[in-house]
């Protein structure tokens, strides 16, 4: 009889309430959710509510594809309340709740939550029924619920699921296991109150709950209200995803004031994009392309920031890992039910479906601006004057995209003084000319004075001005467009011998004659210039500094001593005019006067520098030259 009693006792305490320890390593993996999962510690609120929203969605579901327990829409919601008192904050859902297994196998095991299981029923109905293919649910692992424990000493969670008539209550600390016993509950859903810690009061004030909720979850499609005693509720936040709704639907006036929303401009966007995807992968986006640069453009660690969200769940306001760097100029939202909201969203670089996404939105972004170009120029010269400089860091960065880049970007064109695209500037090319040539330069008015242009003038070849910093990077990675090669004018000897020149046998001869000159230049200037040659392209010029085929472009060379104070870079090619008075008059005193050869080719040296924006070698010296040749010509 006592042991009959004792057994039966045994089962009354069991069915009451029970004490369980948490699976082989769940302690371990817990302490790793709760120390070290999370950036913020704000984000155990986001969690929550989307374990609520993911609960309505299923009772949703329900709804919809059972005739039993049917409920609106407009009538599921999220609440939060606190009391200050008794440290606590409670959520609070009229979802499709959990019964006492789905309690022990959501909160009791990690990477285990009753979305997975529901996912794999729907899986095997939706041949069945067409609506299965209607729902998205947020969360895959179960893991986010364990952030509760973050702010909180104890977790209480009373579940009642819909169909049942009995509720059960999980309670945990987080640490030592936890225990599940019958509850109370008048009708289905969850309820969870958090025990806050004393340090993590802040998350009781209701200010801090509305700025999390509003940042978080400010786009899902249920309510979240907050409860203020006796108080009418307030609700949190929008519960109004704009990019859900079809364009048509949308007001220009709408789209501008989201556009200010999320903090892309102060004006109007230049550009708009919104797409729905559906398909293998499938996502919403809603990007803009503001009509002027933000301030911060050109710092060094800004990227891209788009905001990502997983059916309507903030999972990152500034992830980089879906537009590159030289897209950070976009702005706006990508929203997809591809990417869990779990774990991962911490470390989303390495998501594939997130790369998918990053390709074919780099690709939606140049097809609008190629768009653009062919049919609204005045717009596009308006985006490529704010953004052109950035663009072009793409076709050093991304090796797939830089023909695409290239085709939309406008370089300066010598002989039309305007920017032009390269398809334009081939168009106008001689029908013997085979190179695109460009130079290189600080800025406009630089490579204007530059005298390695007189020859092209001359010819009528017309020439690019490259100006941007990242022109010289860009071209290690794309040497040629449409099959013409990229030829820089102050690099190397050029042939320009197939052009009509009428002075080229006068030219020829000339250069004989000089050789000696160039000879004894070469000896006083020493190692200052890896060699000293006649020049068949200058022609109002006396001279001019030409890099080697194997140095670097002037322009590179300038930058990286910008970079590195140390670096010295190659000597150049000191090139001479042959039909240059100046250089007449030297050949005619290169045996007579030493000292004024010596002087005078110094000072061409120099100038020769100085007219590419450097300083003489010795501006003392340089000085002292100048004052001799300038008594001298006074005489």
Request: one cysteine or more; a neutral charge; aromatic letters at 8%.
């Given at each position: 009889?006592?042991?009959?009693?004792?057994?039966?006792?045994?089962?009354?305490?069991?069915?009451?309430?029970?004490?369980?320890?948490?699976?082989?390593?769940?302690?371990?993996?817990?302490?790793?959710?709760?120390?070290?999962?999370?950036?913020?510690?704000?984000?155990?609120?986001?969690?929550?509510?989307?374990?609520?929203?993911?609960?309505?969605?299923?009772?949703?579901?329900?709804?919809?594809?059972?005739?039993?327990?049917?409920?609106?829409?407009?009538?599921?919601?999220?609440?939060?309340?606190?009391?200050?008192?008794?440290?606590?904050?409670?959520?609070?859902?009229?979802?499709?709740?959990?019964?006492?297994?789905?309690?022990?196998?959501?909160?009791?095991?990690?990477?285990?939550?009753?979305?997975?299981?529901?996912?794999?029923?729907?899986?095997?109905?939706?041949?069945?029924?067409?609506?299965?293919?209607?729902?998205?649910?947020?969360?895959?692992?179960?893991?986010?619920?364990?952030?509760?424990?973050?702010?909180?000493?104890?977790?209480?969670?009373?579940?009642?699921?819909?169909?049942?008539?009995?509720?059960?209550?999980?309670?945990?600390?987080?640490?030592?296991?936890?225990?599940?016993?019958?509850?109370?509950?008048?009708?289905?859903?969850?309820?969870?109150?958090?025990?806050?810690?004393?340090?993590?009061?802040?998350?009781?004030?209701?200010?801090?709950?509305?700025?999390?909720?509003?940042?978080?979850?400010?786009?899902?499609?249920?309510?979240?209200?907050?409860?203020?005693?006796?108080?009418?509720?307030?609700?949190?936040?929008?519960?109004?995803?704009?990019?859900?709704?079809?364009?048509?639907?949308?007001?220009?006036?709408?789209?501008?004031?989201?556009?200010?929303?999320?903090?892309?401009?102060?004006?109007?966007?230049?550009?708009?994009?919104?797409?729905?995807?559906?398909?293998?992968?499938?996502?919403?986006?809603?990007?803009?392309?503001?009509?002027?640069?933000?301030?911060?453009?050109?710092?060094?660690?800004?990227?891209?920031?788009?905001?990502?969200?997983?059916?309507?769940?903030?999972?990152?306001?500034?992830?980089?890992?879906?537009?590159?760097?030289?897209?950070?100029?976009?702005?706006?939202?990508?929203?997809?039910?591809?990417?869990?909201?779990?774990?991962?969203?911490?470390?989303?670089?390495?998501?594939?479906?997130?790369?998918?996404?990053?390709?074919?939105?780099?690709?939606?972004?140049?097809?609008?601006?190629?768009?653009?170009?062919?049919?609204?120029?005045?717009?596009?010269?308006?985006?490529?004057?704010?953004?052109?400089?950035?663009?072009?860091?793409?076709?050093?960065?991304?090796?797939?995209?830089?023909?695409?880049?290239?085709?939309?970007?406008?370089?300066?064109?010598?002989?039309?003084?305007?920017?032009?695209?390269?398809?334009?500037?081939?168009?106008?090319?001689?029908?013997?000319?085979?190179?695109?040539?460009?130079?290189?330069?600080?800025?406009?008015?630089?490579?204007?004075?530059?005298?390695?242009?007189?020859?092209?003038?001359?010819?009528?070849?017309?020439?690019?001005?490259?100006?941007?910093?990242?022109?010289?990077?860009?071209?290690?990675?794309?040497?040629?467009?449409?099959?013409?090669?990229?030829?820089?004018?102050?690099?190397?000897?050029?042939?320009?011998?197939?052009?009509?020149?009428?002075?080229?046998?006068?030219?020829?001869?000339?250069?004989?004659?000089?050789?000696?000159?160039?000879?004894?230049?070469?000896?006083?200037?020493?190692?200052?210039?890896?060699?000293?040659?006649?020049?068949?392209?200058?022609?109002?010029?006396?001279?001019?500094?030409?890099?080697?085929?194997?140095?670097?472009?002037?322009?590179?060379?300038?930058?990286?001593?910008?970079?590195?104070?140390?670096?010295?870079?190659?000597?150049?090619?000191?090139?001479?005019?042959?039909?240059?008075?100046?250089?007449?008059?030297l050949n005619g005193i290169k045996d007579k006067d030493d000292d004024a050869l010596k002087d005078a080719a110094y000072l061409l040296f120099d100038q020769a520098k100085m007219v590419e924006g450097e300083l003489p070698l010795d501006i003392s010296l340089f000085n002292k030259r100048l004052s001799k040749f300038m008594g001298l010509a006074l005489k």
């Amino acid at each position: 009889l006592n042991t009959y009693i004792n057994q039966k006792f045994f089962y009354i305490i069991k069915e009451i309430k029970m004490k369980k320890a948490f699976e082989a390593d769940t302690g371990r993996v817990l302490n790793i959710v709760i120390n070290s999962l999370y950036s913020e510690k704000e984000i155990f609120l986001r969690e929550l509510i989307s374990n609520s929203s993911d609960a309505l969605d299923k009772r949703r579901f329900l709804s919809l594809t059972s005739n039993q327990d049917k409920i609106g829409t407009d009538e599921l919601k999220i609440e939060i309340s606190t009391d200050k008192k008794s440290h606590t904050l409670t959520i609070k859902d009229n979802g499709i709740g959990m019964d006492q297994e789905d309690l022990e196998q959501a909160l009791g095991t990690i990477a285990k939550s009753g979305t997975t299981e529901f996912l794999a029923e729907l899986e095997k109905n939706s041949k069945k029924d067409k609506k299965s293919k209607e729902v998205n649910l947020i969360g895959q692992f179960g893991v986010g619920f364990y952030s509760a424990f973050m702010v909180s000493e104890k977790v209480e969670v009373t579940s009642r699921k819909v169909g049942d008539t009995k509720a059960n209550k999980w309670v945990s600390d987080g640490v030592s296991g936890y225990e599940i016993e019958k509850a109370d509950k008048s009708e289905p859903g969850t309820e969870i109150v958090l025990h806050i810690k004393k340090s993590e009061k802040e998350y009781l004030d209701k200010e801090r709950i509305g700025f999390i909720t509003r940042k978080y979850s400010d786009h899902l499609m249920y309510s979240v209200n907050y409860l203020d005693g006796g108080k009418d509720p307030e609700i949190l936040n929008k519960a109004s995803a704009i990019w859900t709704r079809e364009k048509k639907d949308i007001s220009s006036e709408q789209y501008e004031e989201f556009y200010k929303q999320i903090g892309a401009g102060f004006n109007k966007p230049l550009v708009t994009l919104h797409n729905k995807v559906e398909g293998t992968l499938s996502y919403t986006n809603l990007l803009f392309i503001p009509d002027s640069r933000p301030f911060d453009l050109f710092q060094m660690d800004v990227k891209s920031k788009i905001k990502l969200y997983s059916n309507r769940v903030l999972i990152s306001d500034d992830s980089e890992d879906i537009l590159p760097r030289w897209l950070r100029f976009v702005k706006g939202v990508v929203d997809t039910s591809d990417v869990d909201l779990n774990v991962s969203r911490e470390m989303l670089q390495h998501n594939s479906a997130l790369n998918k996404i990053s390709k074919a939105l780099k690709k939606r972004v140049l097809n609008e601006l190629k768009k653009m170009k062919d049919k609204d120029t005045e717009k596009y010269t308006t985006f490529w004057k704010e953004f052109g400089i950035v663009m072009k860091e793409g076709i050093y960065e991304d090796f797939d995209l830089k023909n695409e880049i290239l085709e939309i970007s406008k370089f300066h064109s010598m002989k039309l003084n305007k920017d032009v695209f390269l398809s334009e500037y081939s168009e106008e090319m001689n029908p013997e000319q085979k190179e695109i040539f460009y130079i290189a330069s600080e800025n406009k008015e630089m490579a204007e004075g530059s005298p390695h242009l007189e020859v092209f003038k001359k010819k009528k070849l017309d020439v690019l001005f490259f100006t941007d910093p990242i022109d010289t990077f860009w071209l290690s990675m794309a040497g040629e467009f449409q099959g013409k090669k990229f030829t820089s004018i102050t690099k190397g000897d050029i042939d320009l011998s197939a052009f009509s020149d009428e002075k080229k046998k006068k030219e020829k001869k000339d250069n004989v004659v000089i050789d000696e000159l160039v000879k004894k230049i070469k000896e006083i200037l020493g190692e200052s210039v890896q060699d000293v040659k006649a020049s068949s392209k200058l022609v109002d010029s006396p001279c001019c500094l030409v890099a080697p085929d194997s140095g670097m472009d002037v322009q590179m060379e300038r930058i990286m001593k910008i970079q590195n104070k140390d670096f010295k870079g190659m000597p150049r090619i000191l090139e001479i005019n042959p039909n240059h008075d100046i250089i007449k008059k030297l050949n005619g005193i290169k045996d007579k006067d030493d000292d004024a050869l010596k002087d005078a080719a110094y000072l061409l040296f120099d100038q020769a520098k100085m007219v590419e924006g450097e300083l003489p070698l010795d501006i003392s010296l340089f000085n002292k030259r100048l004052s001799k040749f300038m008594g001298l010509a006074l005489k």
